[in-house]
């Protein structure tokens, strides 16, 4: 497996919920996401933005997380036992909009 880095994946995310976050106010042309960035003691963090009562959109939340860890969760190596030990790191973007 080639070597990753986890930050060029946490800069396309942000770059991604940035644009996101762009074409839905453009879209709305009245309501602006506010930001809360939080970070998560046992690793990571993320930016949860939220607009509401706009013009067109009643709520959105655009939300970028990334949590780590030093051993995966037994839910997740229930099935890969070779896993269990491991340590973890999750990324993504969410999108919530009505």
């Known amino acids: 497996m080639p070597d990753i880095d986890p930050q060029k994946i946490v800069n396309y995310l942000h770059d991604l919920q940035d644009h996101i976050c762009s074409e839905i106010e453009q879209c709305d042309g009245q309501a602006s996401?506010?930001?809360d960035n939080w970070?998560?003691?046992q690793g990571g963090g993320g930016r949860t933005r939220?607009?509401?009562?706009?013009?067109v959109f009643?709520?959105?939340g655009v939300n970028f997380s990334q949590v780590s860890g030093e051993e995966l969760p037994a839910s997740a190596t229930a099935l890969r036992p070779e896993l269990v030990g491991r340590q973890f790191n999750a990324m993504g973007v969410s999108l919530v909009i009505h």
Do not use: C, D, Y
């Open 33 to 35: 996401f506010i930001e």
């Open 39 to 41: 970070t998560r003691e």
């Open 58 to 60: 009643e709520q959105a």
């Open 50 to 55: 939220v607009l509401g009562n706009g013009k």
